[in-house]
């Protein structure tokens, strides 16, 4: 029989994820069976996944999905005329007709490639995107992975780096470990309302050569899960900083479509790059990674995304595709997501009316929820401007970091772990974004019915006021 | 790399380059989406132009896309995802009860009731469950546990998975991968992207590709030499020969895995795709258990499916699973870990999936529809496995092995010596010529045999046998007459 030693030592190195879920899941279970527990159901937010969390999906979306998964609904007059011709458009770029056929291409289907590129040229306010410059990929993380698995090489001294913000998205540091590439921290600044910081990307690129070949940036705009939106100015330096340290830019920008804060605005780093003279904007290597888990679609479950690459090596381009190809459903809920409907057409009305809500909702839960941790005992929190995410700082008392030294889990963890198991609330430990110093923080998905956050922000208020009246 | 400073900015040359980048990637191919599929889309982008052709259409015979050849997709499974994406569809009386229930059980083991959430990275628990219960039944009993079921992207993402964790060591010890020759090319693909040793056994074209333990054992042995062989993959029924190994022949390899310490991969996803008389599916796990415990405790193996093939054809969900068995407990912690790197597999993939491994049983009121459809594909499948055989052996210089299951034919050419060396002139491997010749006068599209592997001197093709049996006849018919005219033309 294979034992451990005999496994790849890659997927040995990944580090261990956290497992809040698991152990979420479990008691959920037990409920269900009957077990008593000082609270009536488990409430998981630990993932940015609005679904979970009791938001609804885009009603236009699921109807044209539901008429694209069986063509006899192309039939049913209860459902809007819109729906129906939109859907008969989208069946109409697959092979035979059905959305079970494979990709035409393996970078997807050619026109679906063709809307991203539009969306992309209208965002960014004409700067023109190349349709073969788009491949869809099966949710962002898998996106980057492809991406990533190219870029690494080397062992020791050479292994590739990655510049990586502190926190980062909690999905991050596995990847990393698991294409082999070094995770070089540059810390983001939490009194700043977690700002880049250009001193700090040169004290990090510094520390991280003497250990690996630092290669690329990470950036993650908006922030997760921080919900900072980085402005023209942070853009800039950032991306003469790459192209002075040679490094490629690796641009998360997958919560573009939520930025709820008052007076932010997103700016594509394309964009920007764009405005900077032919010099960079003609050879900074870019790429920018978008996914339908995100905005007011929330729709993580279908695993859909795009990267579209800006200045890479043609020769080196052709090995972003080679075997898989991207599931075609997400693709069409993609086209749907960057091309809603018009004024003009049935559905406009309740697609614009469901939109704002969600985007209501998130806008007024997060500062609802800043404003209320802000004012528990030992909790603070910068205000987020975008995405589904909060993070909380948390003040641990001493007895739980001693603790959790004796249990050997972080500690972090330890405090997610009890909150779990006496209040029924899974968020996040900062551990799993990267956060490896004392200041302990939570991660906490606020895109949930209004009802659903009050009785979290109770629950969690009560918890941190028990463990602070602890004196063991 | 070279820098300039131009105007002050340092004007850099590329940081990713065919240098730099990852040595690995480099040597990965695939060949059905390749360099003659390529072309074959530049056609059809010339024929929607307006320009002349000897032909109206390309007909991609490339790849095992069924739909796309026109093959309609299973009623119940599209009702069923229907009413998982809009769930006030459930209201509607158009719906039979048996689709909606089903729906209703897969939206509740859905986080938020959604199949927009993620689920667990393994898989969601009550479709693993029922995932299970599929397989005892197929396997006559025999108990299949839920935590040894991980649901995957289609089976190549579990396929990959596997192969990622069990590929270690340097040099003399690099882990060595056992697979058939002619191969399907994701093998040689991730073992090129792994940096594993890919160890080539011969199938037997002579006996209808049929495996051959003493070829496993010569390649083992000499593979010995320069690596070190841990993992035997086996294509079942195969790709792209399509042959269905016989119950004896999956013993005889169970036990040489046993012998020589080997984790046995079993690729099953064409295990609904068996046509020939006399031929059988026998799932690699039923056999290993009827062995006895001697083998059944032993020998590690994982066995695959998809939702891609058989009678679903559902390429584009990329649903799938791989069934663990035997592994040692600290290594699959190994591999929950792997999987949980990926988040999960798409949601309306497992959603699918569970209606296979669930179809309508015979006290339901889709029952009826559902066999009807399922049985049609099949047996359309069956006919056309036959008159593809039939017909390319009337062609002197193309021998065809019967398609006794899978989806494609993987005929032999024997080519004239000029063309021959009038490919190599071009720069092109012998059945890549043929190949893009057959493309540019008759708008065929095939896989040449090169892509999968084959005995050095010899040439093949492969080519699915999805397209509608009218249209099948007429691309049988161009082929013959291509063939005849390229033997004269290089005679």
């Known amino acids: 029989m294979s034992t451990v030693q005999e496994v790849n030592p890659r997927v040995r190195g990944i580090r261990a994820p956290v497992n809040l879920q698991g152990l979420a899941a479990c008691i959920s279970e037990q409920i269900a069976q009957g077990v008593k527990k000082p609270f009536k159901s488990v409430i998981d937010v630990s993932s940015g996944d609005p679904h979970k969390a009791g938001m609804p999906p885009i009603s236009f979306i699921r109807q044209v999905m539901a008429v694209c998964l069986y063509p006899e609904l192309l039939k049913e007059k209860s459902l809007p005329l819109d729906v129906r011709q939109r859907a008969q458009k989208l069946l109409d770029m697959c092979s035979g007709g059905s959305v079970g056929s494979y990709s035409t291409t393996s970078k997807g289907l050619p026109e679906v490639q063709k809307s991203i590129s539009e969306f992309i040229t209208r965002r960014d306010g004409g700067v023109f995107s190349h349709p073969e410059d788009i491949i869809l990929t099966i949710g962002s993380q898998k996106g980057l992975s492809v991406f990533l698995n190219l870029l690494t090489s080397g062992e020791g001294k050479t292994q590739t780096g990655v510049l990586t913000p502190m926190p980062c998205p909690h999905t991050l540091p596995m990847l990393l470990d698991m294409t082999g590439l070094a995770l070089v921290p540059y810390r983001l600044f939490e009194e700043q309302g977690w700002a880049v910081n250009l001193d700090e990307l040169h004290r990090a690129l510094e520390a991280g050569r003497v250990h690996c070949e630092p290669k690329a940036i990470y950036i993650s705009n908006p922030g997760n899960p921080t919900g900072y939106v980085q402005d023209r100015e942070t853009i800039e330096k950032v991306i003469r900083f790459a192209a002075t340290n040679c490094l490629i830019i690796l641009a998360e920008e997958v919560h573009q479509g939520s930025v709820y804060g008052q007076d932010k605005e997103f700016i594509s780093y394309k964009k920007v790059l764009s405005e900077m003279g032919k010099t960079y904007a003609e050879t900074m290597e870019l790429v920018s990674f978008h996914s339908i888990s995100t905005a007011y679609i929330g729709e993580c479950g279908l695993r859909g995304g795009y990267m579209e690459v800006v200045n890479i090596d043609p020769a080196v381009k052709k090995y972003l595709t080679v075997t898989s190809s991207a599931p075609v459903l997400p693709q069409l809920a993609l086209e749907l997501s960057l091309n809603p409907p018009r004024p003009e057409d049935s559905s406009y009305n309740s697609y614009t009316q469901e939109i704002h809500h969600i985007e209501d909702t998130l806008s007024q839960n997060a500062k609802r929820a800043c404003e209320f941790l802000n004012r528990v005992e030992g909790m603070s929190c910068q205000p987020s401007m975008a995405g589904p995410f909060l993070y909380p700082r948390v003040h641990l008392p001493p007895h739980m970091v001693e603790e959790a030294k004796r249990l050997g889990v972080k500690a972090d963890v330890l405090y997610c772990q009890r909150l779990l198991e006496e209040e029924g609330i899974c968020v996040g430990a900062g551990c799993e974004n990267g956060q490896e110093d004392k200041n302990y923080h939570i991660r906490l998905c606020i895109m949930t019915p209004p009802s659903t956050l009050e009785e979290i922000l109770a629950r969690l208020c009560s918890f941190h006021h028990h463990l602070l009246e602890k004196l063991v | 790399m070279s820098q300039q400073a131009v105007n002050g900015v340092a004007h850099r040359g590329r940081v990713l380059t065919l240098d730099s980048m990852n040595p690995n990637v480099k040597r990965v191919e695939y060949a059905v989406r390749g360099p003659i599929v390529q072309r074959a889309v530049q056609i059809e982008k010339e024929l929607k132009e307006g ?374 002139e071009l720069g092109l491997v012998p059945d890549m010529f043929y190949c893009m010749r057959l493309l540019e006068e008759d708008g065929i599209c095939l896989v040449p045999g090169s892509g999968f592997g084959q005995r050095e001197g010899t040439y093949h093709f492969r080519m699915t046998i999805l397209p509608p049996t009218d249209k099948l006849k007429v691309v049988l018919q161009k082929i013959r007459e291509f063939h005849l005219r390229f033997t004269q033309e290089f005679s």
């Open chain 2, 51 to 424: 320009v002349k052709k000897p032909f109206t259409e390309v007909i991609k015979a490339n790849i095992g896309d069924a739909h796309a050849m026109g093959q309609k997709p299973i009623t119940f499974f599209r009702q069923v995802l229907a009413l998982c994406s809009y769930p006030a569809l459930l209201e509607d009386s158009k719906f039979p009860e048996d689709a909606k229930k089903r729906a209703q059980r897969i939206l509740e083991a859905c986080g938020g009731h959604s199949i927009g959430a993620y689920s667990t990275s393994q898989g969601i628990e009550c479709i693993r469950q029922d995932v299970a219960r599929y397989i005892e039944k197929r396997d006559g009993g025999i108990p299949s546990n839920p935590d040894n079921i991980y649901l995957s992207t289609g089976a190549s993402d579990a396929i990959v998975t596997i192969l990622k964790l069990l590929v270690c060591g340097e040099g003399r010890d690099r882990t060595g991968v056992m697979i058939s020759i002619p191969q399907y090319p994701l093998y040689s693909a991730a073992l090129a992207d792994l940096g594993a040793v890919q160890i080539n056994y011969y199938l037997d074209e002579d006996n209808c590709w049929s495996l051959n333990i003493t070829e496993l054992r010569r390649a083992l042995n000499a593979a010995r030499e320069h690596c070190n062989p841990r993992v035997l993959c086996i294509i079942n029924p195969g790709n792209p020969t399509g042959q269905v190994q016989s119950r004896q022949c999956i013993e005889d390899v169970i036990q040489f895995a046993k012998e020589e310490h080997l984790f046995l991969m079993a690729d099953e996803v064409y295990q609904d795709n068996v046509y020939a008389e006399g031929c059988q599916f026998h799932s690699f796990k039923k056999v290993l258990f009827e062995m006895g415990p001697e083998y059944s405790n032993t020998v590690e193996m994982a066995s695959f499916h998809s939702t891609s093939k058989c009678y679903m054809g559902e390429c584009g969900f990329r649903g799938g699973y791989v069934e663990v068995i035997n592994l040692d407990p600290e290594v699959k912690a190994q591999l929950i870990k792997l999987v949980s790197v990926r988040l999960c597999p798409p949601v309306p993939g497992q959603a699918l999936l569970d209606l296979v491994v669930n179809p309508p049983q015979p006290d339901e009121p889709s029952y009826a529809t559902f066999m009807k459809e399922r049985t049609a594909v099949l047996s359309a499948l069956a006919e056309k496995a036959r008159l593809t055989e039939q017909i390319f052996n009337t062609v002197p210089g193309i021998t065809c092995n019967p398609v006794q299951g899978a989806m494609y034919t993987f005929p032999r050419i024997t080519l004239p010596q000029k063309a021959i060396d009038k490919a190599k």
